[in-house]
């Protein structure tokens, strides 16, 4: 059983909900990423999305594309971001999955890339433009070594609920609304039956996310969910904090109070 | 006929190229189009409302003329340049928005979405959405907004919301990001017309399905004219719309189809839109092709005089034609495409799109060598109006 099955597994039988927070890899920059991800496991966050910039991340709101772009000014390249897990995995058991678009992952090469992600502790992957029709390569060459996590939306029809549900290793992740990622005041009315619909085709964990910015939010979404992804709302507090301290303390603090709602 | 006459395979390959990389909220509705368009398209109905609409209002089909003062300069093969400058909007790209608006209409869409990089897209976009009456926002880099002034002003006048994109290079590709991102969001009222054989599957076929008149009609044109196929046909590509129009008609046959890219500054320097002959195999907007990109995967900044050509991706046909050698890609450079672009205005009173320029300017190259009996046609994919700022500033006019 690997890591992030083990996780939900704990967390089912204690009866609670996974907290998984996003943040793109050397952000701000690679030598503040480190702390920032380490204060956000000691927090308390359960399992870590950590995403490789990419120069154009359709799936993502302006917050992520901000987040993105200075990771990529500041030179971060998919070896650094290895290279981040591997000084987290030193002392960290928590689950890492990388999240990024295929662009990055087929042209670092699809065998390298699952090596590389694998020794270096990595335990699975989102990549939100791969859906399952295109996937057959990429699950091929990681299918050993990391579980892929398919994304499901509200406009997936029944028969693709049911395919991605099969395919989706880790967990499924639900996109609450049909946009893209980024922080929203209120969640969508209609989430409720969509997760519904989802978890009578599945007994695999369901994560929600896109959109989740405040922990009364993510108690709401936990009702729901075996996990609720956060990541917008830390690059925003990120972005606000004026001092290295501060963003560490913010960022500390925002986990500390969404895992206690929750 | 030949197996290519039959891609994409119906998941939308062409080869290893195509496909549908996009977010999952996007794969409804993309089905939800393929299955429209398949339907309509063989449609009695949906064929004679397209055809009434590009007769009577496109005003198809554009002429093919004989270029003889052209033809005598160079001295060589007689040259032919099919017009799709006379078009309504000025280039070929109303071919693909009038087939596009009449599926959005029978798939009930209120809302029309585009990307546009030359400003050619999104005048045709806004043109027929305001002709049906449809809301129209228009995604355009801030870079070409600055280089394409008479077009962001044409869309306005059209009723067409034009937004500024900032992000990335703030060309094409950031654009077509960004439309995306707003289809992705309103992808149950909206439908997202794609302006070339790029994008995810299906509309790589449907674009090059409304392009395919383009090529239709020299076919039937040169056959009046001249009573034999042509021996060569040019054009240029950036996405790659118009020369797939034009050579689609022509694949397999004893044709040499020739795809000019933007070469920019130079093949060499870096700085240039040529996808196919310096590109790697990669995925961009939803398909797989071949695209510009550093060594970890990053997209790179395609540059190129004209809008149009300066985006750092290709259609997935393409690079499958490419690997086929199906057809023939070369470059030509800023500084030809402009020269061409006074040639033409000076010896035929044409005044070329900087795109079309580019095909043009290869003539330089391909006729003069050539005897006098050989035929070559060049698609003049869209007139220069709206590029005479920027000729104007590289030429060293104030306007």
């Not at chain 2, 006459?5 to 393929?34: I, N, R």
């Not at chain 2, 790589?204 to 021996?231: N, S």
């Not at chain 2, 799109?353 to 060598?369: D, R, V």
């Not at chain 2, 003049?380 to 590029?387: A, P």
Request: charged share 25%; aromatic share 8%; net charge negative.
């Amino acid at each position: 059983m690997n890591r992030i099955d083990e996780k939900f597994k704990l967390l089912k039988e204690k009866g609670k909900t996974a907290l998984i927070a996003y943040i793109m890899g050397g952000y701000p920059n690679l030598d503040l990423s480190p702390k920032i991800i380490q204060s956000i496991i000691d927090s308390g966050a359960d399992v870590l999305e950590i995403g490789i910039p990419y120069s154009d991340p359709l799936a993502d709101g302006p917050t992520i594309q901000r987040a993105s772009e200075k990771a990529l000014a500041e030179g971060v390249t998919t070896p650094d971001v290895f290279n981040l897990v591997k000084n987290l995995r030193e002392r960290n058991n928590i689950p890492i999955l990388i999240m990024t678009y295929y662009n990055i992952i087929f042209h670092y090469g699809l065998d390298k890339f699952t090596e590389d992600a694998f020794n270096n502790g990595v335990d699975g992957v989102i990549i939100p433009d791969l859906p399952p029709e295109e996937a057959d390569l990429w699950l091929e060459a990681s299918k050993e070594k990391l579980d892929t996590v398919f994304l499901l939306a509200p406009t997936s029809t029944e028969e693709r609920i049911e395919k991605i549900a099969s395919a989706s290793k880790g967990f499924i992740y639900c996109v609450s609304l049909t946009g893209v990622t980024g922080a929203r005041e209120s969640l969508s009315n209609s989430l409720p039956d969509f997760i519904a619909s989802v978890k009578s085709k599945t007994d695999k964990p369901v994560g929600i996310g896109f959109g989740i910015s405040t922990s009364k939010q993510a108690k709401e979404i936990s009702e729901l969910a075996d996990g609720v992804i956060i990541g917008s709302a830390i690059i925003n507090l990120i972005e606000k904090s004026k001092t290295e301290e501060e963003q560490i303390k913010n960022v500390s603090e925002f986990i500390r109070n969404v895992r206690r709602e929750m | 006929m030949s197996p290519e006459f039959f891609l994409p395979d119906k998941e939308g390959h062409y080869g290893e190229y195509g496909g549908k990389y996009v977010p999952e909220t996007l794969m409804a509705a993309l089905k939800e189009l393929e299955e429209a368009y398949n339907k309509y398209k063989d449609d009695d109905e949906f064929k004679e409302e397209l055809n009434y609409y590009l007769k009577d209002y496109v005003g198809r089909p554009t002429p093919l003329y004989l270029a003889e003062r052209l033809t005598n300069l160079l001295g060589g093969a007689k040259i032919y340049l099919k017009r799709e400058d006379l078009a309504h909007t000025g280039a070929h790209k109303i071919n693909n928005t009038m087939g596009q608006i009449l599926l959005a209409k029978r798939l009930g869409k209120k809302r029309i979405i585009a990307e546009t990089g030359a400003g050619q897209h999104g005048v045709a976009t806004a043109t027929v959405a305001a002709m049906f009456g449809l809301e129209c926002v228009i995604y355009m880099g801030e870079e070409d907004i600055a280089r394409q002034a008479p077009n962001v002003f044409r869309m306005k006048i059209l009723g067409a919301e034009v937004v500024p994109v900032s992000s990335g290079s703030k060309t094409l590709k950031d654009a077509m990001n960004e439309a995306i991102r707003d289809w992705v969001t309103n992808v149950k009222t909206t439908h997202y017309i794609i302006g070339s054989v790029a994008g995810p599957h299906p509309y790589p076929m449907i674009v090059r399905d409304f392009q395919i008149i383009i090529g239709k009609e020299t076919k039937e044109q040169i056959l009046a004219k001249e009573k034999r196929m042509p021996d060569y046909i040019v054009a240029c590509v950036g996405g790659g719309s118009n020369s797939m129009g034009i050579f689609y008609p022509f694949l397999n046959t004893d044709v040499k189809l020739i795809g000019v890219e933007a070469a920019g500054l130079g093949l060499e320097t870096g700085k240039h839109g040529a996808s196919l002959e310096k590109g790697s195999k990669g995925v961009l907007h939803g398909s797989m092709s071949y695209v510009l990109q550093d060594e970890f995967g990053q997209i790179q900044e395609a540059h190129s005089i004209s809008a149009g050509l300066d985006y750092p991706g290709v259609g997935p046909e393409h690079a499958y034609m490419k690997d086929k050698s199906l057809v023939t890609y070369v470059g030509i450079t800023d500084k030809e495409a402009i020269d061409a672009f006074k040639l033409l205005s000076k010896t035929e009173g044409i005044i070329p799109a900087l795109e079309s320029a580019h095909a043009i300017a290869y003539l330089n190259n391909l006729a003069p060598g050539l005897s006098k009996d050989k035929i070559i046609i060049v698609n003049l994919s869209g007139r220069g109006d709206k590029d005479v700022q920027t000729a104007a500033k590289v030429m060293g006019f104030s306007l």
